[in-house]
């Protein structure tokens, strides 16, 4: 079943004085998201993502086009029972304290009464903010903030939850922490759509990405077959800093990292290389085939229709 | 009335505490004090008059003050600020969160109010050491007040759905004077012909009319407030207000947030 349906959804913004410039925000969008995926929707600043996920929340209207959540529209209040939100760098009521700005939307979604004190312990210790529940967030930091932001998404035990920017102010430890919480979230059943530039997140986290870039999209895919194309090309590590003459003689791009080289070249090369590292008694670590990054495939698909960057079409 | 008006009034209502809005009844206290010393020393068999002209007068413009600067931002704040995003996203509809806030304000002022009546009624038993049975029409006169709270909230919550703050506080500020005077236009309109006299009955029927709901002087002078006027007043300000957030839900569901 689909979690969010989006079908030829468009947002055009009249600017200028009179406001009879016409600013393509979002060009149509098609896309489907799985129940129970972690999807990733991928694109550089200004790309369109937080239009896309206005338009999902129904703080703005679509020029053109629908969508739906759950199978119901998306100003339904039925659907917004059933979904959560964390917008991009959110600001909260900074004169309440974060249980009780948590205790207000757990009012305003609904949350039974006699269960809500409990689950507000229970996701402030989710995110990692157990003892600084009586605090007012004027005193909290971004990356608390952050969290806040984090635990009330999850408050009210959504099916789908949308996140804006998830690791934007978060430190290292952070970032792993809320990547974790993503995967617990898919182990629940829920499906996870959140937006991001850092590609290394949606690399790890991500069953699909789409990637949309001035307000169109691009590409939209499993990661796991954008990542795994072999484009005849191996890379070999050695253990050392010695690059045999016969080597560099078979087109490899060789690169010396402390006492270990990396070699890249041609899959037809690969026995010719490996007779070479034998003959100079140089030891093997590793030989794998060439894959694209996420980053790759992101890179191509962001250059103009007709362009193509790296060894992938 | 939906649960969530009653939450998102409370939240709004706990917002205007805890930003001190209602120090201002620190302020109003001193005025009372003050002014009931000044009076019982400077004027003579006036001081009742005086007291309740001061003191009404005072609770009118401070809530006015708090209704037009709190109620411009009630709206574009929180889209300024985006905490209205966490709110929208979830079961809460638009005219929902309008009506809440609304009613948040409204309270605000009530309660503000009531601590300013109690320094009145003070002020009043201090300068006349006793109350008089016409000291009744001044809980009147505070009635009537608070009718204009709630007609200057509509108007200030209508404007600050479409405009921005400074904007909207000029709209409600001019139409709280033009309303004031909203008798003066009335007359003016009669004694006008043509098209003048079209666009000026327009607009003395447009504003708000504060100036009926104005019994502070007569009330002072001891005259009785008829019942009549209490229910047109009553229905007035009722009418008046639900038009005002009508039209600032119409605006605010077709919104888009920034």
């Known amino acids: 079943m689909a979690a969010i349906e989006i079908l030829g959804l468009e947002k055009t913004y009249a600017v200028g004085f009179w406001r009879k410039r016409p600013k393509c925000a979002l060009r149509p969008l098609n896309l489907t998201v799985q129940d129970g995926e972690i999807?990733?929707?991928?694109?550089?600043?200004?790309?369109?993502?937080?239009?896309?996920?206005?338009?999902?929340?129904?703080?703005?209207?679509?020029?053109?086009?629908?969508?739906?959540?759950?199978?119901?529209?998306?100003?339904?209040?039925?659907?917004?029972?059933?979904?959560?939100?964390?917008?991009?760098?959110?600001?909260?009521?900074?004169?309440?304290?974060?249980?009780?700005?948590?205790?207000?939307?757990?009012?305003?979604?609904?949350?039974?009464?006699?269960?809500?004190?409990?689950?507000?312990?229970?996701?402030?210790?989710?995110?990692?903010?157990?003892?600084?529940?009586?605090?007012?967030l004027r005193k909290f930091s971004k990356g608390m903030l952050q969290r806040v932001g984090i635990a009330q998404a999850i408050l009210h035990d959504p099916k789908v939850v949308f996140f804006d920017e998830p690791m934007s102010g978060l430190d290292p430890m952070g970032r792993r922490e809320v990547r974790d919480l993503m995967v617990q979230l898919k182990h629940e059943g829920k499906t996870v759509f959140f937006s991001t530039h850092i590609l290394s997140d949606a690399e790890a986290l991500c069953d699909r990405v789409a990637i949309?870039?001035?307000?169109?999209?691009?590409?939209?895919?499993?990661?796991?077959?954008?990542?795994?194309?072999?484009?005849?090309?191996v890379e070999l590590v050695w253990q050392g800093n010695a690059v045999?003459?016969?080597?560099?003689?078979?087109?490899?791009?060789?690169?010396?990292?402390?006492?270990?080289?990396?070699?890249?070249?041609?899959?037809?090369?690969?026995?010719?290389?490996?007779?070479?590292?034998?003959?100079?008694?140089?030891?093997?670590?590793?030989?794998?085939?060439?894959?694209?990054?996420?980053?790759?495939?992101?890179?191509?698909?962001?250059?103009?229709?007709?362009?193509?960057?790296?060894?992938?079409? | 009335m939906s649960s969530r008006i009653v939450h998102i009034a409370s939240n709004t209502f706990r917002e205007a505490v805890r930003d001190r809005v209602l120090y201002n009844l620190i302020v109003f206290a001193l005025l009372m004090s003050g002014a009931s010393v000044l009076v019982g020393q400077i004027s003579i068999d006036i001081e009742r008059l005086v007291v309740i002209n001061l003191?009404?007068?005072?609770?009118?413009?401070?809530?006015?003050?708090?209704?037009?600067?709190?109620?411009?931002?009630?709206?574009?704040?929180?889209?300024?600020?985006?905490?209205?995003?966490?709110?929208?996203?979830?079961?809460?509809?638009?005219?929902?969160?309008?009506?809440?806030?609304?009613?948040?304000?409204?309270?605000?002022?009530?309660?503000?109010?009531?601590?300013?009546?109690?320094?009145?009624?003070?002020?009043?038993?201090?300068?006349?050491?006793?109350?008089?049975?016409?000291?009744?029409?001044?809980?009147?006169?505070?009635?009537?007040?608070?009718?204009?709270?709630?007609?200057?909230?509509?108007?200030?919550?209508?404007?600050?759905?479409f405009s921005s703050p400074l904007l909207s506080a000029v709209f409600a500020f001019s139409l709280f004077v033009i309303g004031s005077f909203a008798e003066d236009l009335r007359g003016f309109a009669g004694i006008t012909h043509g098209v003048t006299r079209w666009l000026a009955t327009g607009a003395a029927y447009l504003v708000p009319n504060f100036s009926a709901l104005n019994v502070i002087s007569s009330v002072a002078h001891s005259q009785p407030v008829s019942g009549q006027l209490i229910l047109y007043n009553s229905a007035y300000a009722l009418v008046y207000a639900a038009m005002a957030l009508c039209g600032a839900v119409l605006v605010f569901e077709r919104r888009n947030l920034k």
């Open chain 2, 55 to 161: 003191g009404l007068t005072a609770v009118s413009l401070f809530g006015m003050v708090i209704a037009i600067f709190i109620g411009i931002g009630l709206v574009s704040k929180e889209i300024e600020k985006r905490t209205l995003y966490t709110v929208l996203s979830r079961p809460v509809r638009r005219w929902e969160f309008i009506v809440g806030k609304f009613f948040g304000l409204a309270g605000t002022l009530a309660v503000n109010t009531f601590f300013m009546a109690i320094g009145v009624f003070v002020a009043l038993l201090y300068v006349s050491r006793h109350f008089q049975k016409q000291d009744g029409w001044v809980l009147v006169a505070l009635y009537f007040i608070i009718l204009q709270f709630l007609i200057i909230t509509a108007l200030a919550l209508f404007f600050s759905s």
């Open chain 1, 39 to 136: 999807f990733g929707f991928l694109g550089p600043n200004g790309a369109g993502k937080t239009t896309t996920l206005k338009l999902l929340m129904g703080l703005i209207f679509p020029t053109a086009g629908s969508a739906r959540i759950l199978g119901m529209e998306v100003n339904d209040p039925r659907m917004k029972a059933q979904i959560g939100f964390l917008p991009e760098q959110p600001y909260f009521y900074d004169y309440l304290t974060a249980r009780e700005l948590l205790d207000y939307y757990g009012q305003l979604s609904g949350v039974d009464p006699k269960q809500r004190s409990r689950k507000v312990t229970e996701v402030l210790q989710r995110v990692g903010l157990p003892d600084v529940g009586g605090v007012q």
């Open chain 1, 212 to 233: 949309i870039h001035q307000g169109e999209l691009r590409g939209v895919g499993a990661v796991a077959d954008l990542t795994s194309s072999v484009h005849g090309r």
């Open chain 1, 244 to 313: 045999p003459g016969s080597l560099r003689a078979l087109g490899a791009e060789c690169h010396v990292t402390g006492d270990t080289v990396r070699a890249v070249l041609s899959e037809a090369n690969q026995d010719a290389a490996i007779d070479a590292l034998r003959r100079e008694r140089l030891q093997l670590i590793s030989l794998t085939p060439v894959r694209t990054s996420l980053e790759d495939y992101f890179i191509q698909k962001l250059q103009p229709t007709g362009t193509t960057v790296g060894a992938r079409a």
